[in-house]
């Protein structure tokens, strides 16, 4: 299980003292904040991107990340492809599923999460470690579990049809709320914030 703390909104202070107590995976939403932080803190932890990475950000976050857990687009997969390939680096992704179908989210959707694959798999500048929802937001957790289950079962799905350079080892779900549900129906990577760091 790898626990990854979401630090958006945390200054490089309070980041710092997270790690003194034992956290080893930063994640960020936003690469501007990112670099402020990793100016202070730099290689004393491991960097997870967990937002939405703008294709005009590539280049900046693959600087900083040793994973970008939020690919959403094949455009997204190619630009990050792209410059990796040009600094001889292979970034680690995760595909991140919209699992609640959500109209103004981003991500895969879990029956397009094949093909999708598929089209990046053979891009040498990246490599396919594995999946990462969301799911809707709500106050419940157990209100979570079918879109964690759903992932989960894409995960499995995509992880027996072993397709080449596809290394299905991640599953990153869950949050404060609803990390519990998470790991009972199979991540191995949780994304908590407020637990971590007290309330936004
Ligand atoms: C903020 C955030 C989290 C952590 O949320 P908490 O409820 O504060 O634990 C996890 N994942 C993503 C993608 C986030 O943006």
Known sequence: MELVAAAKSRTPAEIQMAIEAGVKIIGENYVQEAQAAFRV????AGWHFIGHLQKNKAKKAIEIFDMIETVDSYSLAQELDRRCQSKSKVMPILIEINSGRESQKFGVLPEETEIFIRKIASFKGIQVQGLMTMGPLSGNPEEARPYFKETRQTFEFIKNLDISNVEMKY????????????????????????????PR
């Open 171 to 198: 599953l990153s779900m869950g949050m404060t709320n609803s990390f519990q549900v998470a790991i009972e129906e199979g991540a191995n990577i949780v994304r908590i914030g407020t637990l971590i760091f007290g």
């Open 41 to 44: 803190i730099g290689n004393r």
